[in-house]
């Protein structure tokens, strides 16, 4: 069925839209009204499920998963070496266009990386990252955070969400040994360094995840470690040292950190604020106030960070985002106002003092 007839099948919701500091419209409020069941071709250029850590590729297996909960049926189009027990996977060719690689039987297409290529059907890129300046991406756009939108002209986005079944439930009241950096410790603009000094300034170890062994005093190096090892280091930790010097797109670290009670010391810069309120971490451009509030964690309430998780970024509420986005590409809608646009300040190093 195709074009205005299939439309009738979507029951429309009207909801007035969510404002976020200043941000455009959250349009994905509500869950998919539709009569039917979807066929969503996921598309993304790498291999699922991730083994080890893993940003994109993550996501969107809990969203495919998500999706065939709720009784929609799932295609991947990914990099070869792909598999998946829920959902059928056909290997993308990178070489080739992507229109003739995903199946006639597809209702939407959702792609996760920046694409030109027009479909002849409803079609949804998601943006993960920070685009260049001056790069332009297909109007029916969405991005990860409020700020994140913003920042590249666009209204539309959704928050990533983690699925709680993958971590298990977390002792809140286990003993806390460690301070935890949780990045890629090579790019400048997570601020291993920054991190190293906020934990140097209050004595307590640093363990490190995602950053090549470099020794120096009082930091421990776990590697690039998989579930069980991260969910440990994570549900053993004070607070999750995150002062990056970007404009972070999202931060799926911040939100693991908080399910397992940690709470976020970090810098208020891209989608930080949106994460992390007052009852959930600390966020400053400067190491003073950041160092004082580290000085006092066992203050801090465990279960607010972790239940923040659970209301505001599970892999359900970032399923009802785009279930609500898929309906509104169904209804013949455009998800911006204009094309977004790289923003100018991608690239720079924003200030973090630490005097």
Request: hydrophobic fraction near 35%; aromatic fraction near 8%; proline fraction near 8%.
């Amino acid at each position: 069925m195709q074009g205005s007839s299939r439309r009738w099948l979507v029951r429309r919701v009207f909801r007035k839209p969510t404002l976020y500091q200043g941000c455009g419209p959250r349009y994905p409020a509500s869950a998919y009204s539709g009569q039917r069941n979807l066929l969503i071709t996921i598309v993304n250029n790498t291999v699922i499920p991730a083994h080890r850590y893993g940003g994109t590729e993550r996501v969107i297996w809990w969203l495919g998963q998500e999706l065939t909960r709720r009784g929609h049926q799932v295609r991947y189009l990914v990099a070869r070496g792909s598999t998946c027990d829920f959902a059928a996977v056909d290997q993308i060719d990178p070489t080739a266009p992507l229109a003739p690689q995903i199946s006639p039987q597809t209702d939407i297409i959702h792609v996760h990386f920046p694409t030109d290529e027009s479909f002849d059907r409803p079609a949804l890129t998601t943006i993960h990252g920070n685009g260049q300046p001056g790069e332009r991406f297909p109007i029916n756009s969405n991005f990860v955070s409020c700020n994140h939108a913003d920042r590249h002209g666009a209204t539309c986005w959704v928050h990533n969400g983690i699925d709680p079944r993958e971590y298990g439930e977390p002792d809140l009241s286990a003993t806390r040994t460690h301070l935890l950096f949780l990045a890629k410790a090579s790019r400048r603009e997570k601020n291993l360094r920054g991190a190293i000094r906020l934990a140097r300034a209050i004595g307590k170890p640093l363990a490190v995840i995602g950053g090549r062994r470099i020794p120096r005093p009082g930091v421990r190096y776990l590697g690039e470690v998989g579930s069980h090892r991260k969910n440990d280091a994570l549900n053993k930790t004070d607070a999750l040292l995150f002062p990056v010097r970007w404009h972070e797109p999202f931060g799926l670290a911040v939100v693991e950190a908080m399910y397992f009670g940690a709470p976020v010391v970090g810098t208020p810069y891209g989608s930080l604020p949106e994460l992390v309120d007052e009852g959930s971490g600390k966020l400053a451009d400067r190491a003073e106030p950041l160092i004082e509030f580290l000085r006092h964690p066992a203050a801090f309430d465990r279960r607010y960070c972790h239940e923040r998780v659970l209301r505001n970024f599970s892999s359900a509420a970032m399923t009802d985002g785009y279930l609500s986005l898929y309906e509104r590409l169904l209804d013949g809608e455009q998800l911006n106002l204009s094309v977004p646009t790289g923003p100018d300040d991608t690239g720079r190093l924003l200030p973090f003092d630490v005097r």
